[in-house]
């Protein structure tokens, strides 16, 4: 009994800290959605049961920021996925200045998000933007493309950007998993006659799948809850095509200054990730994947 | 003996120094920067050698969330005796009784006659009072490149709103990436879509932007169809498509490289201009719109002092040193915003200069140009900001119907209860 307190007693002062730093704030914040705090209405705050809720379901543009989140995390994570996939196979094997072209392959994610907003913003400008100059000297398009302000375009514009940066998260988780497969596996299918892709297919996917799954779920979760690039680079326009969930809530605070109603686009985004975060543990709470 | 009395001296010029009471003021600033918190302190420090006794106690929270900090110590009394308040937030800090009424200061001061005509009463939107003293200004002006100007064969800037698409659609020659006009499409293109819409109007409300003096709402009104119509056409007929994606950086960047010579914006434009390219633009009044008339609006920032301050007549004697001529000029040219008082403009060359030819005529000119104000002190307001550059947005692209955005912008304010 003595011993269960002492246990006790050496993990209390962590129970508070987190108590501090992530419930307080997170009821708070829940508690926050049920108020009408704004910067215009600082003198009269009261409790306004579902109304921000109601608001934000009755904006005509709110299923656009929702159809605009799931475009902008499928694309992102997929091809992400697939290109880190083969920078790792790439990477894989020892070659001269592998560790300056791992340095660079890594650099992106060493860049603030909002710092690569910023520079794709100016490289991607259709007036002056260095990409449209490229593209038009080696004859590739005869006028500049408006990445950004074209609507049509604009999304996939900063999808594009966002893949560039996260690329490296995967080669390097994949990189990682790579290292693990014995050489014996390739030696005996070798072999056996197999060919490239029989052993990609075969042996290096199935190997490396928990990691692939692994990796692809915790990235949907940073995905949607990253409005960096978005931010940086169209701030959810023009009328409101690269606008994601997470955008429309910063939005809402600057522009809007409703405190209230950022917190209940926050509820809503944290209720949407509880649902994934279950799907998650129940999915990664089976077995180990076997080869 | 005389040692005794040099020790009396001593000691005595020692007690007097440490029982001489100082006071300390506390300050809260709303826009600290890294170039201009450093020119308030410097005015403090004038101010601390001329007033020995009395220091003052500078707050500097980061800009994104000094306006809540602000609002939070404010409404919970915590020790402040002077505070900058923005015209954002003037309307919530006066509606909870948290401000002085400056009435008595201002009037007693001799400098009143001196303040620009109508920045006293842009800044008293909340009970007709004035509860704060504007230290610096911002008006839209059109800033223009006469060197490019002058490549197309055009001697002067445009005087009307008319004028002005006529130059800009022959300035523009896309396949040279040349264009006319600077158009701003996100990061609150507000005042400049108003500027154009209500340029088409000639009995604009001078309290209220969006109300006739009929107290119509302006967009319920033939007249904005016609004017929104134009404004799309200076859009697509004068300006590069990126423009619907561009804010304040890209719009100055294409006005220093030439793209666009003809741009709407604030003075504190140019302390970015002044060093990329000096001597390459001038300023001139707005354009007036077909009504003859053109309607600025006043942004401004101030001091005000909260009503629980134990040190207000001290507060208010540093208000008044930092709203003096030779201050609010030295204090202005830091900034980038406008003064506050018709005089500087005269005796510094800095505001005397071609540069600032746009604000003063315009200052002077009371039959083309009204002065007027934005529904600040309403609630929508944020959500205004918003709502108007989407649905804006959306009109540009062809998405949404002129009349239908109308439809919606004279919705929401009819909602927000302007018209009552």
Redesign the interface.
């Known amino acids: 009994m003595r011993k269960r307190s002492f246990i006790l007693l050496m993990i209390l002062p962590t129970i508070i800290l987190i108590s501090f730093i992530i419930f307080y704030p997170t009821i708070s914040g829940v508690l926050l959605s049920f108020k009408n705090y704004?910067?215009?209405?600082?003198?009269n705050i009261q409790w306004i049961g579902f109304e921000n809720f109601k608001e934000i379901f009755s904006d005509i543009?709110y299923i656009d920021v929702i159809w605009n989140t799931i475009k902008w995390i499928f694309f992102s994570v997929l091809l992400q996925l697939i290109l880190g996939f083969i920078l790792a196979l790439l990477m894989k094997e020892p070659f001269k200045g592998r560790g300056l072209y791992a340095g660079l392959v890594f650099y992106p994610w060493a860049v603030s998000g909002f710092a690569i907003g910023l520079i794709w913003s100016w490289l991607l400008?259709?007036?002056?933007g260095v990409v449209n100059d490229i593209l038009m000297k080696m004859g590739i398009i005869e006028e500049?493309i408006?990445f950004?302000?074209?609507?049509t375009i604009?999304l996939y514009s900063v999808i594009l950007v966002n893949v560039w940066y996260g690329i490296p998260f995967f080669a390097i988780m994949i990189l990682a998993a790579l290292q693990s497969i014995p050489n014996s596996l390739y030696e005996a299918a070798e072999i056996d006659g197999a060919g490239y892709f029989t052993k990609l297919f075969k042996i290096t996917i199935p190997y490396i799948k928990p990691t692939l799954v692994n990796t692809v779920l915790l990235r949907i979760i940073w995905v949607m809850n990253f409005p960096d690039i978005i931010y940086g680079m169209?701030?959810g326009?023009?009328?409101?095509s690269t606008e994601i969930l997470s955008v429309k809530m910063i939005?809402?605070v600057?522009?809007?200054?409703?405190?209230s109603l950022a917190a209940a686009h926050g509820v809503i985004i944290v209720l949407i990730l509880l649902i994934y975060a279950i799907m998650y543990l129940k999915l990664t709470s089976k077995k180990e994947f076997s080869i | 003996m005389k040692k005794i009395i040099l020790l009396l001296v001593l000691v005595l010029s020692t007690l007097m120094v440490f029982s001489e009471e100082v006071i300390t003021l506390n300050l809260i600033e709303a826009f600290s920067s890294p170039w201009r918190t450093p020119t308030l302190n410097k005015i403090i420090e004038m101010f601390e050698t001329l007033n020995p006794g009395v220091k003052i106690n500078v707050i500097s929270p980061p800009y994104e969330t000094a306006y809540q900090k602000i609002n939070l110590m404010i409404s919970t009394e915590q020790p402040l005796d002077i505070v900058e308040i923005g015209d954002w937030n003037l309307s919530t800090l006066a509606s909870i009784g948290k401000l002085e009424d400056l009435t008595p200061y201002i009037n007693s001061w001799p400098e009143r006659n001196d303040l620009i005509n109508g920045v006293l009463e842009a800044a008293s939107i909340y009970n007709n009072k004035p509860y704060l003293l504007p230290h610096g200004i911002f008006v839209k002006t059109l800033f223009y490149r006469d060197d490019i100007l002058a490549k197309y064969g055009f001697k002067g800037y445009p005087k009307t709103m008319k004028e002005m698409y006529d130059m800009a659609k022959k300035l523009t020659e896309s396949n040279k990436n040349q264009y006319g006009f600077d158009f701003r499409g996100k990061g609150y293109p507000t005042s400049f879509i108003d500027i154009v819409v209500t340029s088409f109007f000639d009995d604009i409300d001078p309290n209220n932007m969006y109300l006739t003096k009929s107290g119509k709402i302006i967009f319920d009104d033939p007249r904005a169809v016609e004017a929104l119509n134009f404004y799309v056409s200076l859009y697509k007929d004068t300006a590069p498509k990126d423009s619907i994606n561009w804010g304040w950086d890209e719009q100055v960047n294409a006005f220093v490289s030439g793209i666009t010579p003809l741009l709407f914006q604030d003075p504190d434009t140019t302390g970015m201009l002044n060093e990329m390219i000096p001597g390459k633009y001038k300023t001139a009044p707005l354009p007036i719109g077909v009504s003859g008339k053109t309607y600025p609006s006043f942004g401004f920032v101030g001091w005000g002092i909260p009503i629980y301050s134990k040190h207000k007549d001290l507060a208010w004697k540093f208000i008044k040193f930092v709203s003096s001529a030779e201050i609010n000029g030295y204090w202005s040219k830091a900034y980038g915003a406008l003064p506050i008082l018709k005089s500087v403009y005269d005796y510094d060359s800095y505001f005397s200069s071609d540069i600032f030819k746009g604000w003063k005529d315009m200052f002077n000119d009371t039959e083309h140009y009204q002065f007027t104000q934005y529904p600040l002190d309403n609630e929508n307001w944020g959500k205004w900001n918003e709502f108007q550059e989407k649905t804006m947005q959306q009109v540009l692209l062809g998405k949404l119907s002129v009349v239908r955005c109308l439809k919606e912008w004279t919705d929401f304010w009819k909602e927000a209860g302007l018209d009552k």
């Open positions: 704004s910067l215009y209405n600082f003198g543009f400008n259709g007036q002056f500049s408006n950004l302000s074209d609507p604009a169209t701030r326009g023009p009328a409101g939005n809402t600057f522009y809007e200054s409703n405190y």
